[in-house]
């Protein structure tokens, strides 16, 4: 009588512990997903002027007369063919370095 009874002791426990990890990891989720910071797109680029040049208006690279010059931020992904299995991660000016 004792061992069942230990026994269920045992699995409420389990299943209480269960339920508190649970709630508290559905918790914290929420709390980050209300509190997100609201991410906004890049601007749409302004339209180029029509032009009596064809060449210079089916380029999309031009940008119009006084607009700021187009940037793009490049990520180049390399497969590790090393025998070294190391990894590692380093912050440098304008470089974010991961390797594993």
Not at 11 to 24: D, F, H, N, P, Y
Not at 46 to 51: E, G, K, L
């Amino acid at each position: 009588m004792k061992q069942d009874m230990a026994k269920r002791l045992r699995s409420a426990q389990k299943l209480a512990t269960t339920v508190a990890i649970a709630a508290a990891f559905a918790g914290v989720l929420a709390y980050f997903l209300l509190n997100a910071p609201q991410v906004q797109a890049q601007s749409a680029p302004t339209a180029v002027a029509p032009s009596s040049s064809a060449a210079t208006a089916s380029s999309p690279s031009t940008p119009a007369a006084g607009a700021p010059p187009l940037a793009f931020e490049v990520a180049s992904i390399k497969p590790n063919r090393s025998a070294d299995m190391r990894m590692g991660i380093r912050f440098m000016p304008g470089r974010f370095v991961s390797t594993g």
